[in-house]
């Protein structure tokens, strides 16, 4: 029996703080054919279920079991089957909602032309092709030959980006690869638009003309949306080169707003990006994109869980005022980093974010980030596309779930 009434938008916040556990039988009977959750580059938020919610909203929480195993084993969730074999979401043994998985990617499998797995070269995660370009960053020591004694206190202290080299993933991925790949995931019909990112290259470009080669190649032979995650550069010229060559969206991550969390968390941005000067490099950089590329064409990430709800607040608010799309990802704690033991936030914290994030984007009439982009987010839509409004989550949706907004939440760092 479905209990009706449970709000899509409230039961992926749920879910993404408290991961899910998967019924043997699901696995039987919907298993063989689903796409499979494959480490990316192993930011915060990778490593999940891609899930499709009713309402068509996008989640990927993480799966209970091996690759967490500090985290989510309450997880009142379960991903099931009812008895016509149709997936659905049971909390506390109740269902609650249904649910559809997500094919396997046609291109799963394949090789490219130099014999690389099409996987390796680009994942498909949400409705979007993720392709990391390199898997090295120079907070963690790559690419830089000056005296960086002890680099692991550059980096940032969420990411495991350094821990995939060692599961035999590709350091740089050749042009030549990402346009076969993209052109089987675009032909595929497996994505409807590009994510590129990579770790921190070296100054002065940080690796924005490396990525305008790439994205001017593939908007030379597909129409596709390319969205870009990069340190910023040391001159607002490279920023030119980007949109130049046909980039539709430029994010620079400041991850966290809190100016003491900040220097905690993401030394190396803070000391050699921006100078010792908490967000000042990060927030001309994005004005500039912002101004630059019009509307909703320049985003930041910050992680929420990592700071007070206030300063989480007055970060989005900073954003927004720039022009800057927010983009509010969840900590997700990555086995092997520095962080890995650190609580997840609590569903009453995120439901308080979103709150406030969909209040702050309506009021400036800032996008809040697109649905399937937004699988690991806070934010979320009902549709695709640039739009700064998001589902409304209610009271009476709270006491439906049980969740108190309330509830004190571990997961800021003190
Ligand atoms: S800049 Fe920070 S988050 Fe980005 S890849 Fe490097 S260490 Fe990871």
């Given at each position: 029996?479905?209990?009706?009434?449970?709000?899509?938008?409230?039961?992926?916040l749920e879910?993404?703080?408290?991961?899910?556990?998967?019924?043997?039988?699901?696995?039987q009977?919907?298993?063989?054919?689903?796409k499979?959750?494959?480490?990316?580059r192993?930011?915060p938020?990778s490593?999940?279920?891609?899930?499709?919610?009713e309402?068509?909203m996008?989640?990927?929480?993480?799966?209970?079991?091996?690759?967490?195993?500090?985290?989510y084993k309450n997880?009142?969730f379960?991903?099931?089957v009812d008895?016509?074999?149709q997936?659905?979401?049971k909390?506390?043994?109740?269902t609650?909602?249904?649910?559809?998985?997500?094919p396997?990617?046609?291109?799963?499998?394949?090789?490219?032309s130099?014999?690389?797995l099409?996987?390796k070269i680009?994942?498909?995660?949400g409705?979007f092709?993720?392709i990391?370009?390199?898997?090295?960053c120079?907070?963690?020591?790559y690419?830089?030959?000056d005296?960086?004694?002890?680099?692991?206190?550059r980096q940032c202290?969420?990411c495991?980006?350094?821990l995939?080299?060692k599961?035999?993933?590709?350091?740089?991925?050749?042009?030549?690869?990402?346009l076969?790949v993209?052109g089987?995931?675009?032909?595929?019909?497996?994505?409807?638009?590009?994510?590129?990112n990579a770790?921190?290259?070296?100054?002065?470009?940080?690796g924005?003309?490396?990525?305008?080669?790439?994205?001017s190649a593939?908007?030379?032979?597909?129409?596709?949306?390319?969205?870009l995650?990069i340190?910023?550069p040391?001159k607002?010229?490279y920023i030119?080169t980007?949109?130049?060559?046909?980039a539709?969206?430029?994010g620079y991550?400041?991850?966290?707003?809190?100016?003491?969390?900040?220097?905690y968390i993401?030394?190396?941005?803070l000391?050699?990006v921006?100078?010792?000067?908490?967000h000042?490099h990060?927030f001309r950089m994005?004005e500039?994109?912002?101004k630059?590329?019009?509307?909703?064409k320049a985003?930041?990430?910050?992680?929420?869980?990592l700071?007070?709800?206030?300063t989480?607040?007055?970060?989005?608010e900073?954003?927004?005022?720039r022009?800057?799309?927010p983009?509010?990802?969840?900590?997700?704690p990555?086995?092997?980093?520095?962080l890995?033991?650190?609580?997840?936030?609590?569903p009453g914290y995120l439901?308080y974010?979103y709150r406030k994030?969909r209040?702050?984007?309506?009021?400036?009439?800032?996008d809040s980030?697109?649905?399937?982009c937004?699988r690991?987010?806070?934010g979320?839509k009902e549709?695709?596309?640039?739009n700064p409004?998001?589902p409304?989550?209610?009271?009476e949706?709270?006491?439906?779930?049980k969740?108190?907004?309330?509830?004190?939440d571990?997961s800021?760092?003190?």
């Amino acid at each position: 029996m479905m209990k009706n009434g449970y709000n899509p938008a409230l039961l992926r916040l749920e879910l993404l703080a408290q991961g899910i556990k998967v019924d043997p039988e699901f696995n039987q009977q919907l298993g063989t054919g689903l796409k499979e959750p494959l480490w990316t580059r192993t930011g915060p938020t990778s490593t999940g279920i891609d899930l499709m919610l009713e309402k068509g909203m996008y989640c990927s929480p993480a799966i209970e079991g091996e690759r967490f195993p500090y985290h989510y084993k309450n997880s009142p969730f379960l991903l099931g089957v009812d008895d016509s074999g149709q997936g659905v979401i049971k909390k506390n043994g109740e269902t609650i909602q249904k649910v559809k998985p997500f094919p396997r990617p046609s291109f799963y499998g394949k090789k490219t032309s130099s014999g690389n797995l099409m996987e390796k070269i680009g994942v498909v995660t949400g409705d979007f092709l993720a392709i990391a370009i390199d898997n090295r960053c120079w907070f963690w020591g790559y690419y830089r030959e000056d005296e960086l004694i002890n680099y692991k206190e550059r980096q940032c202290k969420f990411c495991g980006i350094g821990l995939s080299m060692k599961r035999d993933e590709l350091y740089r991925k050749s042009k030549e690869d990402i346009l076969e790949v993209v052109g089987a995931a675009v032909e595929g019909g497996d994505a409807k638009h590009i994510g590129i990112n990579a770790g921190t290259m070296s100054p002065p470009g940080r690796g924005h003309e490396e990525y305008a080669e790439i994205v001017s190649a593939i908007k030379d032979r597909y129409d596709v949306w390319i969205r870009l995650s990069i340190c910023p550069p040391e001159k607002e010229k490279y920023i030119d080169t980007l949109y130049d060559a046909g980039a539709d969206q430029i994010g620079y991550d400041i991850e966290v707003y809190d100016p003491r969390k900040y220097e905690y968390i993401c030394p190396g941005k803070l000391h050699e990006v921006d100078r010792d000067v908490p967000h000042q490099h990060f927030f001309r950089m994005l004005e500039y994109a912002a101004k630059r590329g019009g509307p909703n064409k320049a985003y930041s990430i910050l992680v929420t869980g990592l700071e007070s709800r206030e300063t989480t607040v007055q970060g989005i608010e900073e954003l927004c005022k720039r022009g800057v799309v927010p983009r509010m990802g969840i900590f997700r704690p990555i086995p092997g980093t520095h962080l890995e033991k650190h609580p997840t936030p609590n569903p009453g914290y995120l439901v308080y974010i979103y709150r406030k994030l969909r209040e702050l984007t309506m009021k400036y009439g800032v996008d809040s980030g697109c649905s399937g982009c937004g699988r690991t987010f806070v934010g979320t839509k009902e549709y695709d596309g640039v739009n700064p409004i998001m589902p409304e989550i209610t009271d009476e949706d709270l006491e439906i779930a049980k969740v108190d907004i309330n509830q004190p939440d571990a997961s800021e760092i003190s």
